[in-house]
Structure formats: structure tokens, C-alpha cells
């Protein structure tokens, strides 16, 4: 019985490494959208203490929002990874661009906390105009 316990746990041990080691190559990008996802939710709660003036602002609806991203966007980037390698074979940049827009989300996010922070109009004023950009662009496409 021993002996199959230490048989399970050596499978286990290198089913780990084999996946670590193919996971590596976005490794890094995956901590750095942890990092803008905690830093997202940091400025989330302050966004949320500072308009309501107290603790009671934070709903747990909101925090769980925050890992039901995350978990989304793990599957999402490990989803792109996997079709790019593993289904098509090929390097099109496939994973990077999913990586970006990712971190887009989140910077995008991360400025509309610190904007309503600070009671900046700056974004606001920003989102006004490019709005109106792009519909200008939209009607002298028709």
C-alpha cells in the first residue's frame, strides 16, 4: 500500500513539473495581470470607502466579482495558450494579444478607480471626446 502511495505521488510530483514547464513561457505575464487585478481591486475598495465615507461600502458581491474575473481571465489566457500550442501548433502571437487585452481591462479599470478617487474629470473629459471621435469616424464610413 505504501509503495502505491509513492508511486501516485511521484506521478503527481512530475505531472506538476511537466505543466509548470509548459506553462512557463506566460508565466510572468500571468503575474503581472495578478498584480494589476490585486492593485484593480485595491483602488476598488478605496473608490468605494472614499464615495460612501465608510466601510460598509464594500459589498461582497463586488469582491467576488474580483475573483470570478480573475478566475476568467486565467482560463481565458491559458485557453488562447493551449489552442496557439497545443491545437494549431503555430506562434501567430495568438496568446500575447489575449495577455494585452487583458492588461487593458485592467489598467482601463485601475484608472477609472483612481480617477473617481482623485474627482478627476480628466477621464471622463477623455471618454467624452473619443467617443465623439469614433462616431465621427463610424459616419464618414457611411
Known sequence: MEN????????CYHALLYLAAYFAP???????????IIFDLITG??????????????KSAKLRDTVSKTIQYSLFIVAIFLLEN????VSWGLTKVAIFSVGVIEVVSLCENLFAI???SLYS???IVLKDKFKALINSLK
Open 4 to 11: 502505491t502511495y509513492k508511486i501516485i505521488e511521484q506521478v
Open 26 to 36: 506566460i508565466k510572468e505575464s500571468t503575474i503581472i495581470i495578478l498584480v494589476l
Open 45 to 58: 475598495i478605496w473608490k468605494a470607502v472614499s464615495q460612501e465615507k465608510t466601510i460598509c461600502a464594500i
Open 86 to 89: 497545443g491545437v494549431l501548433d
Open 118 to 120: 482623485s474627482g478627476n
Open 125 to 127: 473629459s477623455f471618454s
